[in-house]
């Protein structure tokens, strides 16, 4: 087992210098440290990838040009838990980071590490009290000029207010087995913090929750609260077809599968295909049939459907505080992404009987990807028309951030 900073410095490495993803090296890495350190290794990686961009304001006050990424990256762990981490006292902070050093070859830098700590000590009442909102929230300013522009000033700071906190985390009962009040007592016998919320249970410990007997039995699956009510909204009924046509990992498809539907899930990527596959046999939902399809082209061999769901690829910025590094992402280059969500909802719309329903869903919050693209599909296909449109700003205790649309075909 390591040392839980190390552990960190080993992660926080893959993440901004590999161009890892946060919840996929941490679930990996978590692993090595010992249980009573782990929700401190992870606090400090998320943590550090949240407020990097505050971070480097902070470093770069008191460091002088640029230094090596590994010495970077200790900076990054030492001023984190100075600035963030109130119940670590900043002497052990910086002592604890400064010993790390010998570990990964850094003595050289031990002197230059301890000085700059101690400097960004020195400068925390004024650092806290920064009112600039880039740097409070450690948020790009492109990013908030674009929310500002399209949502308002009192929706961005409820947004803001929201990407630096851990998320919640929704177990939703698989209604074959089990009512949220059934599961809530499951899981609370097996010692899990948690409370019904609404018709879900909500999980407030962080505790890996694959490991116990009743996600192993099928009695839940965990899907975002905002994702699970975009679900429903389908209004899926026991006798529909219903075409999933970007599915993994699944969440949508369980959702809806409840109902009793024939649900077809599809997804680009087989070992994606496989999720969803391993997902509905634990839970028993043999009404969900899989495959692997590329939504952008039209497939003769795929059933026309009652209802259909296109929760298409996105910028993800409604899910930041599950995937903090999504925020740094550079506007261009997601700049392509209205014209494939075109295309797929273009494409998936073929699918669909006359009368039928058709959810377009995203977890952005970006009208370029949500409303837009949905204003041009009805220009284009006169035949659709607007039923409801939806956008969800993330709250600290409820879903993530996420927009759909339901378009219903008239009859011909
Ligand atoms: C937002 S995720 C879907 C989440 C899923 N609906 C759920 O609720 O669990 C988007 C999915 O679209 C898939 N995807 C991306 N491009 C695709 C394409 N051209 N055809 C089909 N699936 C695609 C991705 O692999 C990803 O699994």
Not at 190 to 198: R, S
Not at 344 to 352: A, E, G, Q, R, V
Not at 363 to 390: I, Y
Request: aromatic content about 12%; overall charge neutral; some cysteine.
């Amino acid at each position: 087992m390591k040392n839980a900073r190390l552990s960190a410095f080993d992660m926080l490495y893959d993440i901004i210098y590999g161009g890892a993803y946060s919840n996929i090296v941490l679930e990996k890495g978590i692993k090595t440290v010992e249980s009573k350190d782990k929700a401190f290794a992870s606090r400090l990686v998320y943590g550090v990838v949240e407020r990097r961009l505050s971070l480097d304001y902070a470093i770069n006050k008191f460091l002088n040009g640029k230094t090596k990424p590994k010495v970077k990256i200790l900076l990054y762990i030492g001023a984190y838990q100075v600035l963030y981490m109130d119940k670590i006292p900043d002497a052990v902070a910086v002592f604890e980071t400064v010993s790390l050093c010998d570990n990964i070859g850094l003595s050289y830098y031990k002197k230059l590490i301890n000085a700059v700590l101690h400097r960004i000590i020195d400068y925390k009442t004024e650092f806290d009290s920064i009112d600039d909102l880039s740097i409070k929230y450690s948020c790009p300013q492109h990013l908030i000029n674009m929310w500002t522009k399209m949502y308002g000033r009192d929706n961005v700071a409820d947004i803001l207010e929201s990407i630096n906190n851990r998320p919640p985390v929704f177990a939703i009962p698989n209604s074959k087995y089990v009512d949220a009040e059934e599961l809530h007592y499951e899981l609370l016998s097996a010692e899990i913090d948690c409370e019904i919320f609404n018709d879900v249970v909500k999980i407030n410990s962080s505790f890996d929750l694959s490991e116990l007997k009743a996600f192993n039995d099928g009695l839940f699956y965990i899907e975002d609260y905002s994702s699970y009510s975009c679900a429903n909204a389908l209004g899926a009924k026991f006798d529909d077809v219903v075409l999933d046509l970007c599915s993994a990992p699944g969440g949508k498809a369980f959702t809806i599968a409840q109902s009793g539907a024939t649900v077809y899930a599809y997804d680009i990527y087989e070992h994606r295909v496989e999720l969803i596959k391993k997902s509905a046999q634990r839970l028993d939902l043999s009404n969900i049939i899989t495959g692997i399809n590329d939504a952008l082209i039209y497939n003769a061999n795929i059933p026309v459907a009652d209802k259909i769901i296109c929760d298409v690829p996105c910028s993800g910025f409604g899910i930041i505080r599950r995937k903090p590094e999504i925020r740094y992402k550079n506007l261009d280059d997601i700049k392509e992404l209205p014209q494939i969500q075109y295309n797929i909802l273009s494409t998936s719309s073929k699918y669909l009987k006359s009368g039928g329903v058709i959810i377009y869903s995203t977890c952005t919050l970006n009208k370029k990807e949500n409303e837009q693209v949905v204003d041009r599909f009805l220009k284009d296909n006169k035949n659709f028309s607007l039923v409801k449109s939806k956008t969800v700003f993330p709250t600290k205790n409820g879903g993530d951030g996420f927009f759909y649309t339901i378009l219903k075909k008239t009859n011909d």
